[in-house]
């Protein structure tokens, strides 16, 4: 069965009078057990926002929040926020927050913070809390006896491992980690990158990695969904996005990639990204691409799936377009993708 089946999700904010789309009709999936959906985009594009509405924890100012969300069946969002935090949240789905190395308790030991969360269910005993939590501690790879320590007496890849730990302790079937190694330099990002490897293989955890780096992604991820603006321009298996993308904000973030054997330098991406309490009118991408053409000004494009389940949200795929000046501007298109 599926594990995991977003449709249409949607989650906006109020802002003074203004509205901002920061989830705006998303659909993603992961098939099995053990495997990882990696989200890339730039910053603002939503990518934190569509993890907290899957953890539901929203702030209050929320204007929308709404879609399906099936977990192994199961449909989530007509739970009450009772039933959710009982039955789901750290349960079933954990997270790995932005930046959350730093919010580790000064004042307490970090077998116990791991443990925190057994204890606070009240369904095992302290000792036996903290033997799970010495385990989890060794299993992500970090020595014994560090469940006495304090936080100030780690390193930084230690904390990540301890926050990753904290995740696992109620063995959740699907782990968000949101940006976990964009404070950690490139040796130790590694090491973390590795050891979520390890955890997709043993015990077989699903993953969505959240992250600003398509490099990073494409080591751990079996599919990629690209953030634009609250929405997905492009969602497949990993392999398809990075080599034969299908939508120009895929192609174009890949192209302001620098490569070892490249004669050309990386191209920048051309543009900002929008304000999402205005987004563009039509493609969401049509200030910034350069393969805009008529419709794309005034109509918004739907996600045209494509052979491998994915999807891609350009006028570009869409076989009943038809015209001279389309077909001029998909041979151009074909010639300056990836
Ligand atoms: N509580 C909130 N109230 C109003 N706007 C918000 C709130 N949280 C986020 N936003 C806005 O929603 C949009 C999406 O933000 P989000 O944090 O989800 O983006 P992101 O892709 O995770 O960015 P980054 O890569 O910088 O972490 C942004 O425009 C942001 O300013
Ligand atoms: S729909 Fe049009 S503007 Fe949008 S990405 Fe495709 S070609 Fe560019
Ligand atoms: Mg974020």
Partial sequence: ???????D??????????VVHAVDGVSLTIE??????GIVGESGSGKTSMATALMRM???????????ILLDGQELTILSDDDFRRQIRWKKIAMVFQGSMSILNPVLRIGFQVA???????????REALQRAESLLERVGLPAGI??????????????????????????DLLILDEPTSALDVSVQAQIMNLLKDLKED????????????????????????????????????????LDPHHPYTNLLLRSLPRLHETEPPQAMPGQPPDLTRPPAGCRFHPRCPWAFEVCFSEAPPEYPMADGGHARCFLNDAAVSGDRFQAHLRHWAESRV
Avoid: W
Wanted: aromatic share 6%; hydrophobic share 40%; glycine share 10%.
């Fill in 116 to 126: 925190e969360p057994l204890l606070a269910g009240g369904e095992v005993s302290k």
């Fill in 203 to 242: 015990p077989g955890i699903s993953m969505i990695f959240i992250t600003h780096d398509i490099g990073l992604a494409s080591d751990l991820c079996d599919h990629i969904a690209v953030a634009y603006a609250g929405q997905h321009a492009e969602f497949g298996s990993a392999e398809r996005v990075l």
């Fill in 58 to 68: 929203l702030p209050r100012n929320v204007a929308r929040f709404d879609g399906s």
């Fill in 1 to 7: 069965m599926t594990l995991l089946a977003i449709r």
């Fill in 9 to 18: 999700l949607y989650l906006h904010y109020r802002s003074g009078d203004r």
């Fill in 147 to 172: 469940a006495q320590r304090y936080p100030h007496e780690l390193s930084g890849g230690q904390k990540q491992r301890v926050v990753i730990a904290t995740a696992l302790i109620m063995n959740p």
């Fill in 32 to 37: 099995n057990k053990g495997e990882a959906v």
